[in-house]
């Protein structure tokens, strides 16, 4: 059987960033509580992984002990990609040596901007120099697979900004980046201050800003395969990889999702509840994995792409769209262009009918 991807969500930051709608609280007195529940899970389920990925929330306040317990609970391939987040003013140089002792073998931090008021414009608890010194400090710490996070099209972004940004970027060790463009959630205390949503970039200079950012990190080496990432050759994140080909995974943790023998399912968005359920609760969303669920997440994939022959009806709804230059035909595939992956949700309506 192929080893399926282990998720676990963290649920704490130090302090909401005024965009975030992910699930995590403040309250630090239970990552104890917390962590003994993920190892209930993981010790119940009894699966086998080949890829293993912490997301939050905060992965990086929890301990290097923390983490190499749960390691240690869960059964691992050999040669696993053992992926964490980090926010740069929670991994100092020490810390990412426990973590590398501890197993993990990819970092990825949300950098998001080397500008500082566009970072404090987004309630991010670091600075551009804060997050410099936490990607050399990973890369110091022996380090190989370093990612980035970035977010385009924030208040105050322009062109040049982000031209500053991604050259400053582009010096530091790393071997993959995300950028992802900027969603204002309802609700959020970005969404509700008009001081800053009067600043975002509209949508023209957000294109452009997507586009320039696509060329630059191509420039240097940095291959676009998936809408918002790029890596340096063999450098893809494989548990990432594993959602978008549809391929199963388990998640651990108040909000996680799981697809898992076929089935869709999420834990509830409620630590308290996680903590003391004696395993997680299974909130069912039905069977997942059908040939237009597939067809949707391969065309994400910006080098593999949906192939034509597990949706030959694409191919004639493909037409007006290969002449705009939105798609392209690769190899029996149709592949988004950049252009496209700026209109994604609509070429792929389009596309899957
Ligand atoms: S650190 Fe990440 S998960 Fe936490 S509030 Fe900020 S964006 Fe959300």
Not at 161 to 179: C, G, I, K, M, W
Not at 236 to 259: D, Q, T, V
Not at 318 to 325: D, F, H, R, V
Request: hydrophobic share 40%; glycine share 8%.
């Amino acid at each position: 059987m192929q080893s399926i991807g282990l998720y676990v969500h963290v649920p704490f930051c130090k302090r909401k960033c005024l965009y975030c709608d992910f699930y995590s609280a403040a309250d630090m007195s239970r990552t104890d509580a917390y962590v003994r529940a993920v190892i209930r899970n993981i010790k119940a389920a009894g699966l086998t992984y080949g890829t293993v990925y912490f997301g939050g929330g905060t992965p990086s306040l929890l301990t290097a002990e923390q983490i190499s317990d749960i390691l240690s609970a869960a059964d691992i391939s050999d040669g696993a990609e053992i992926s964490m987040e980090c926010n740069p003013e929670s991994a100092d140089f020490s810390y990412l040596c426990g973590l590398k002792s501890a197993g993990v073998n990819r970092v990825s931090f949300g950098i998001q901007s080397l500008n500082d008021g566009e970072l404090a414009a987004l309630g991010r608890l670091h600075n551009a120099d804060k997050a410099c010194e936490a990607v050399l400090s990973a890369y110091r710490a022996g380090f190989e697979n370093i990612s980035a996070d970035l977010m385009l099209a924030t208040p105050l972004q322009t062109a040049e900004s982000l031209n500053n940004t991604l050259e400053r970027l582009l010096e530091l060790p790393l071997t993959h980046v995300s950028a992802y463009l900027l969603k204002v959630e309802k609700g959020t205390p970005l969404s509700l201050d008009k001081s800053l949503t009067e600043k975002l970039p509209n949508e023209d200079e957000t294109a452009d800003m997507y586009l320039m950012t696509v060329e630059r990190l191509s420039a240097a080496g940095f291959e676009q395969y998936e809408i918002s990432n790029f890596a340096r050759k063999e450098f893809e994140c494989r548990h990432n990889l594993k959602y978008w080909r549809c391929e199963e995974y388990f998640g651990i943790g108040p909000s996680a999702h799981s697809f898992l023998d076929g089935e869709r399912f999420y834990c509830p968005p409620d630590t308290e509840k996680f903590i003391s359920d004696a395993l997680q609760e299974r909130v069912s969303l039905g069977t997942g994995g059908d040939t237009e669920e597939k067809a949707m997440l391969a065309l994400r994939l910006t080098k593999e792409g949906l192939r034509l022959a597990d949706l030959p009806e694409a191919e004639s709804r493909a037409e007006p769209l290969l002449k705009s230059g939105l798609v392209k035909k690769e190899q029996g595939a149709l592949l988004l262009t950049p252009e496209g992956c700026l209109v994604s949700n609509e070429i792929i309506c389009r596309l899957i009918g």
